[in-house]
């Protein structure tokens, strides 16, 4: 029998989840029996971005964090799990029986199992639930149950920090996830090709299409590397590593780190263990040039990963391969074709070495497995910085100025390189804005801002005054109430506050006194974030209160209704030695005594 065949001795049961007849199911083909484990995941938890502990991101990340720690299997020799199996046996014989032939309906069914799959850690449990199920159920009667518990939803009311899979329906749906991969059916490989493209089930339904390893099951992977994002992006990865099969390794590297912003460091490093990137790195005619592109990211991640993070239990990803041979290659390729990709990598190869020799040359490193490697690769690094300092610098302008997918990666590392040729570029970018459209865009002003600071650009200080005038209404944010709570995630004021306090910030670092006004103005908008950054930006623009509308502002800000302000007027009145203020400060000791000592270090300054 084909294995993307069904063979059928009774109807093929339905794929949606409008299952509520009584039991009955066509047989299908089984996968072989093999030891059972939970998703196969590295137990190094990477740090991530922010955004990805935002709703609707959080409790996504918060599983799939809990799934990479490891866990301490479950023994399953102990009496106390014995007796749970031996019960679980029992009462699944029973319930498949009558749903085979006691006309036990599919929905009564699925009410039955989920209070029985209520066990514990999932993780520690998968490697002897899953056993027992299958050996109770081989010939598929449960398959209608399972597809309609996959089918539930997660509970939509969990704390911040709480893992779906750590509740009962939770629970339930990802075993019925890791079943279906037991059963050989076109059908039930589409619906896991579904779940595979939601973070909420990808961790589990990918696992399961590669336990079936059949036409459609593969099938049904690639067009989930299309369509997937975010943790899904990173659990398809994750798939076609763990079936490391030739055939799919440039659509693997070619997709792998478009959107997972934030998560590139899961993808890259199954992309730098499975693939041959040196292949790749070394580019050339037979080589589409969107691969040796692609695999220099992929190396710059992984050694970004390594050059800042620590981990003394394991062995970094990076040492995995033959690192000087991915060196070498990295640089041949980049000779031949220079490109900003390549002279991030080179650049970050050399940071990573850097770090590296300093703990050897300290003696704290004495791993030969990461010595001799660092060792090896010494010898070219002169020849790679020269390079950087020549072609290098100018494929990083290039993309600067050019592709919007360099800018991030280019602008950091020309930055690191304290390059004042990038000056011109984000000067220009900066005049080119006419809307503030995104939190992304404001955030890379921000970026911005910070990079030609320190490059000690001044000009920067114009182009922001101009910038803020241009497409920020202070006047009109300045008339709204001032609130006392942070901006909700989602409000559309928040990409302008960003910018905003990005201006402040790069007209306090320069000190210069002609933004002293737009400060001023700053300190009486309605959002707290650039209330607080303009006070602090007084402290140097403006530091001994000579000019009196600093002096009144600080007073108005003593009765502010966020914390952070008030406690930075404080702070600013005791440095302005301002009597005046005094009363303001008893006033405000009696009102608001959570201030008290912010509000007492200002008086004892002030008497």
Same mark, same amino acid.
């Given at each position: 029998?084909?294995?993307?065949?069904?063979?059928? %001795?009774?109807?093929?049961?339905? =794929?949606?989840?409008?299952?509520?007849?009584?039991?009955?199911?066509?047989?299908?083909?089984?996968?072989?029996?093999? &030891?059972?484990?939970?998703?196969?995941?590295?137990?190094?938890?990477?740090?991530?971005?922010?955004?990805?502990?935002?709703?609707?991101?959080?409790? #996504?990340?918060?599983?799939?964090?809990?799934? #990479?720690?490891?866990?301490?299997?479950?023994?399953?020799?102990?009496?106390?799990?014995?007796?749970?199996?031996?019960?679980?046996?029992?009462?699944?014989?029973?319930?498949?029986?009558?749903?085979?032939?006691?006309?036990?309906?599919?929905?009564?069914?699925?009410?039955?199992?989920?209070?029985?799959?209520?066990?514990?850690?999932?993780?520690?449990? =998968?490697?002897?639930? =899953?056993?027992?199920?299958?050996?109770?159920?081989?010939?598929?009667?449960?398959?209608?149950?399972? +597809?309609?518990?996959?089918?539930?939803?997660?509970?939509?009311?969990?704390?911040?920090?709480?893992?779906?899979?750590? %509740?009962?329906?939770?629970?339930?749906?990802?075993?019925?996830?890791?079943?279906?991969?037991?059963?050989?059916?076109?059908?039930?490989?589409?619906?896991?090709?579904?779940?595979?493209?939601?973070?909420?089930?990808?961790?589990?339904?990918?696992?399961?299409?590669?336990?079936?390893?059949?036409?459609?099951?593969?099938?049904?992977?690639?067009?989930?590397?299309?369509?997937? #994002?975010?943790?899904?992006?990173?659990?398809?990865?994750?798939?076609?590593?763990?079936?490391?099969?030739? $055939?799919?390794?440039?659509?693997?590297?070619?997709?792998?780190?478009?959107?997972?912003?934030?998560?590139?460091?899961?993808?890259?490093?199954?992309?730098?263990?499975?693939?041959? !990137?040196?292949?790749?790195?070394?580019?050339?005619?037979?080589?589409?040039?969107?691969?040796? /592109?692609?695999?220099?990211?992929?190396?710059? /991640?992984?050694?970004?990963?390594?050059?800042?993070?620590?981990?003394?239990? %394991?062995?970094?990803?990076?040492?995995?391969?033959? !690192?000087?041979?991915?060196?070498?290659?990295?640089?041949?390729?980049?000779?031949?074709?220079?490109?900003? $990709?390549?002279?991030?990598?080179?650049?970050?190869?050399?940071?990573?070495?850097?770090?590296?020799?300093?703990?050897?040359?300290?003696?704290? /490193?004495?791993?030969?497995?990461?010595?001799?490697?660092?060792?090896?690769? !010494?010898?070219?690094?002169?020849?790679?910085?020269?390079?950087?300092?020549?072609?290098?610098?100018?494929?990083?302008?290039?993309?600067?100025?050019?592709?919007?997918?360099?800018?991030?990666?280019?602008?950091?590392?020309?930055?690191?390189?304290?390059?004042?040729?990038?000056?011109?570029? !984000?000067? &220009?970018?900066?005049?080119?804005?006419? &809307?503030?459209?995104?939190?992304?865009?404001?955030?890379?002003?921000?970026?911005?801002?910070?990079?030609?600071?320190?490059?000690?650009?001044?000009?920067?200080?114009?182009?922001?005054?101009?910038?803020?005038?241009?497409?920020?209404?202070?006047?009109?944010?300045?008339?709204?109430?001032?609130?006392?709570?942070?901006?909700?995630?989602?409000?559309?004021?928040?990409?302008?506050?960003?910018?905003?306090?990005?201006?402040?910030?790069?007209?306090?670092?320069?000190?210069?006194?002609?933004?002293?006004?737009?400060?001023?103005?700053?300190?009486?908008?309605?959002?707290?974030?650039?209330?607080?950054?303009? +006070?602090?930006?007084?402290?140097?623009?403006?530091?001994?209160?000579?000019?009196?509308?600093? $002096?009144?502002?600080?007073?108005?800000?003593?009765?502010?209704?966020?914390?952070?302000?008030? $406690?930075?007027?404080?702070?600013?009145?005791?440095?302005?030695?301002? =009597?005046?203020?005094?009363?303001?400060?008893?006033?405000?000791?009696?009102?608001?005594?959570?201030?008290?000592?912010?509000?007492?270090?200002?008086?004892?300054?002030?008497?």
């Amino acid at each position: 029998m084909s294995d993307t065949s069904l063979e059928q %001795t009774e109807p093929t049961p339905p =794929i949606e989840n409008q299952s509520s007849e009584q039991g009955g199911f066509g047989v299908v083909e089984v996968t072989e029996t093999a &030891a059972v484990s939970a998703p196969v995941l590295p137990t190094t938890v990477t740090p991530v971005p922010p955004a990805a502990f935002k709703q609707p991101n959080r409790t #996504r990340t918060v599983e799939h964090l809990a799934a #990479r720690r490891s866990v301490t299997p479950l023994n399953a020799e102990a009496p106390e799990i014995k007796q749970r199996l031996s019960d679980l046996r029992a009462e699944l014989t029973t319930l498949v029986t009558d749903l085979r032939w006691g006309g036990y309906s599919v929905q009564s069914t699925v009410e039955q199992l989920i209070p029985m799959l209520d066990v514990d850690s999932l993780q520690q449990w =998968i490697p002897v639930l =899953i056993p027992t199920i299958l050996e109770i159920d081989r010939a598929g009667n449960l398959v209608p149950a399972w +597809l309609k518990l996959v089918g539930e939803d997660d509970p939509d009311d969990l704390p911040a920090d709480a893992n779906p899979a750590d %509740t009962t329906i939770g629970r339930a749906r990802r075993v019925a996830m890791l079943m279906l991969g037991y059963y050989k059916s076109p059908e039930l490989s589409i619906v896991l090709g579904k779940l595979a493209t939601d973070p909420s089930s990808s961790l589990y339904a990918t696992q399961s299409l590669v336990k079936q390893g059949t036409v459609a099951a593969l099938q049904a992977l690639v067009s989930a590397l299309k369509e997937a #994002r975010g943790w899904a992006k990173v659990d398809v990865i994750d798939a076609f590593a763990t079936l490391n099969q030739a $055939r799919f390794y440039e659509i693997m590297l070619a997709s792998g780190l478009d959107n997972v912003a934030g998560l590139e460091s899961y993808v890259a490093a199954p992309l730098y263990r499975t693939l041959p !990137l040196e292949t790749y790195l070394r580019g050339g005619t037979t080589i589409v040039p969107r691969l040796s /592109q692609q695999a220099a990211l992929v190396f710059a /991640q992984v050694l970004q990963e390594h050059t800042h993070s620590t981990n003394n239990t %394991t062995l970094p990803v990076v040492f995995e391969r033959d !690192l000087p041979i991915m060196a070498a290659t990295l640089f041949e390729g980049a000779k031949q074709s220079p490109d900003w $990709r390549n002279a991030v990598a080179l650049h970050r190869l050399g940071l990573f070495l850097g770090r590296y020799w300093g703990d050897i040359s300290r003696g704290t /490193q004495q791993d030969p497995r990461i010595t001799l490697p660092v060792y090896a690769c !010494l010898p070219m690094m002169p020849d790679i910085e020269r390079w950087i300092n020549g072609p290098g610098r100018n494929a990083l302008l290039e993309g600067l100025a050019n592709e919007e997918e360099a800018f991030g990666p280019c602008l950091k590392v020309l930055k690191e390189l304290h390059e004042t040729r990038a000056s011109a570029v !984000l000067l &220009a970018r900066l005049d080119s804005v006419t &809307a503030i459209t995104d939190r992304e865009q404001a955030v890379r002003l921000g970026q911005i801002c910070d990079t030609l600071v320190q490059l000690g650009e001044y000009r920067v200080v114009g182009a922001m005054l101009q910038l803020v005038n241009r497409v920020i209404p202070v006047n009109a944010r300045a008339a709204r109430a001032r609130r006392a709570d942070n901006l909700p995630a989602s409000d559309p004021d928040i990409p302008a506050s960003i910018v905003y306090a990005a201006a402040i910030r790069t007209c306090a670092q320069f000190n210069d006194r002609d933004a002293l006004e737009l400060v001023i103005h700053a300190a009486r908008d309605f959002d707290p974030y650039v209330r607080t950054q303009a +006070l602090e930006a007084l402290k140097s623009l403006d530091p001994l209160g000579e000019d009196p509308r600093s $002096r009144t502002v600080v007073r108005e800000s003593l009765n502010d209704p966020r914390d952070t302000v008030v $406690r930075v007027a404080c702070q600013l009145a005791a440095q302005y030695r301002d =009597i005046e203020s005094v009363p303001w400060l008893e006033r405000l000791a009696e009102t608001r005594p959570e201030l008290g000592p912010s509000v007492q270090d200002a008086l004892r300054q002030l008497r």
